[in-house]
């Protein structure tokens, strides 16, 4: 089964076909020239083969369908939705800020982790190096002149090489973390812990909460029926921990019971809930959905703030920290060592 396309790939194609449909420009040409200028093979294929099938006669909404699992289907529900409503350049627009913000959101999150792991990975290089160069060299001068160390010195020297090679391991998976998060198999076990990591965890929550609600607004601003709306944001999430409450609050919507109950049943969080609430009252659900969106971006990126606030100078106290003890350690000793030799000669 061919893979679909991911998160920034999706919003790349929505904002190229608005463009297109803005500007008026034939689709089949336009989508085959942007194939032949982007340099990621999966989209171009996919832009490849609708152009051919649009070339053919073929409506946007059969091309579209005939992509099968290449296309996102909250996508496709997005594209058929907008068409329906003759809409489709104004939510492609939508979608497209959408998936760039979210993206955008993503990497700075990364890269919060990535500069805390690169001066781990400092950390433990110097770690390694100094066990095999410097303290290997220590422990021979102490065992050569009957020297006692101190307790400090004594830990550092019989557990140098483990901490070493511990730091070494704990750098490489901080920087495998952001890909490994963008795996599916392993973003949803990923998905399950972070979630309680203080400060880093709201975080991808508040991520979560935001692209389910504006992907929300998007579908029932185009008046597709609440389910359906539900079933296709559960797809988009797939691979975290709100598919199966998305999936779940779809059924029960479809039975007829009202989302606010449902949403806070299924464990969305409450703040949503009175959005959702909100919105059932004055007739705007679109809206209420739009409102929390919005609230989750400014949350998650507060929380962002106050990571890199936190996370970078307790990174840098902890690697200044264990130099300065790994040199006194060492070098405690080397006092008394000098006060014996000065005495003995």
Known sequence: MASSLNTMESGELAARLAA??????????????????????????????????????ESLEATIAAQ???LPAHLCGLIMAGVRTGSLPK?????????????DLRRKLFLSLWYPALLLGIMALLAVAGRYYVIDEFRGIFKDFGTKVPELTAIVLETAGA?????????I???????????????????????RIP????????????????????????????????????????????????????????AGQPLDAVLGRVRFPA?????????????????????????????AQSQGSLLNMILLPVACLIVVAFIGITI???????TSLILMLSGGS
Not at 328 to 334: G, N, Q, V
Request: overall charge positive.
């Open 20 to 57: 297109l449909t803005q500007a008026g420009l034939p689709l089949e040409g336009g989508l085959r020239a942007l194939a032949d200028e982007l340099g990621r093979p999966r989209l171009s294929n996919v832009l490849r083969r609708m152009a051919t099938r649009l070339e053919a006669g």
């Open 271 to 299: 703040s949503l809930t009175a959005f959702v609430a909100w919105g059932q009252e004055k007739n705007s659900l679109a809206e209420a959905f739009r409102a929390a969106g919005q609230t989750f971006e400014i949350l």
């Open 199 to 254: 400060v880093f965890g709201p975080i991808v929550a508040y991520e979560r909460y935001a692209y389910f609600s504006n992907l929300m607004a998007l579908f029932l601003e185009e008046s597709v029926p609440m389910p359906e709306s539900l079933h296709l944001t559960a797809v988009a999430m797939r691979g975290t921990p709100l598919a199966g409450p998305c999936r779940r609050a779809a059924t029960s919507v479809a």
């Open 173 to 195: 998976a901080a920087l495998l973390l952001p890909f490994a998060a963008t795996v599916r198999p392993f973003a949803s076990w990923l998905g399950r812990w972070t979630i």
């Open 328 to 334: 006194l350690a060492l070098f405690l000793p080397l």
């Open 68 to 70: 099968g699992s290449r």
């Open 91 to 103: 939510v492609l627009d939508q979608f497209a800020c959408m998936s760039r913000r979210q993206s």
């Open 163 to 171: 901490v070493g090679w511990t730091l070494s391991v704990l750098a």
